[in-house]
């Protein structure tokens, strides 16, 4: 019982971040971009390695893309968690 709990609480936040990234609500998938870039420019000045100054290969789709794998995941970790509360 403990355990579907557990479950169950983890699947529900990987549903919800899975959400807000896969459909990019609020623009979070562009505001990760832009969070990507800012820390590859604060590394190019700290290691003096200009490479990173180049916009990062990781554009939106990425994050998208990663938002979807994790909701498609959660929900299975829900269906899981309801299975166990069931006694299934």
Not at 22 to 30: H, P, R
Request: charged fraction near 10%; glycine fraction near 12%; proline fraction near 1%.
């Amino acid at each position: 019982m403990g355990a579907a709990l557990f479950i169950l609480i983890f699947a529900l936040a990987g549903i919800t971040g899975g959400a807000v990234a896969a459909f990019n609500l609020g623009g979070a998938a562009d505001k990760w971009v832009a969070r990507h870039n800012a820390v590859r420019r604060e590394k190019a000045a700290r290691t003096m390695d200009f490479a990173l100054l180049q916009p990062s290969g990781m554009g939106r789709w990425y994050f998208t893309v990663l938002g979807a794998v994790i909701l498609a995941a959660s929900l299975v970790m829900l269906v899981a968690a309801m299975a166990l509360l069931a006694g299934v």
